[in-house]
């Protein structure tokens, strides 16, 4: 099995809510500003919930597999590509694949 097989720390499916903020960086509220996110070599118009520099939550109706490629057109940083970390209750998390500003 190779490492991209195996399921890593920033690869788990979001089953229970987080009792605590182990996050590394803050979080900005958008206020679910929109933006359009590429899968599967489709577009989607999404909901941004929260950015931080590494990654985001996207309120999204349909449930893509963790690991997925992603691209999301984000108004203030363009286009950011990135990989689905967990799924739950109508909501992704992204992972983006550079740290943004």
Same mark, same amino acid.
């Given at each position: ?29 958008? #206020?679910?500003?929109? @933006? ?9 118009? &999404? ?5 931080? @520099?590494?990654? =985001?939550? &996207? &309120? ?6 963790? #690991? ?9 940083? #363009?286009?950011? =590509? ?7 209750? #109508?909501?992704?998390? &992204?992972?983006? @694949? @550079?740290?943004?500003?």
């Amino acid at each position: 099995m190779t490492e991209s097989d195996m399921l890593n720390g920033s690869m788990i499916p979001r089953s229970v809510r987080r009792l605590f903020e182990e996050r590394s960086e803050p979080r900005e509220a958008t #206020g679910s500003q929109s @933006a359009t996110l590429e899968l599967g070599g489709r577009e989607h118009e &999404v909901r941004i919930v929260n950015l931080s @520099a590494s990654g =985001a939550m &996207v &309120v999204f109706d349909t449930v893509p597999k963790i #690991g997925e490629q992603v691209v999301l057109h984000l108004k203030d940083r #363009g286009r950011v =590509a990135g990989q689905i970390c967990w799924v739950r209750d #109508g909501h992704i998390g &992204v992972t983006f @694949a @550079a740290v943004t500003e």
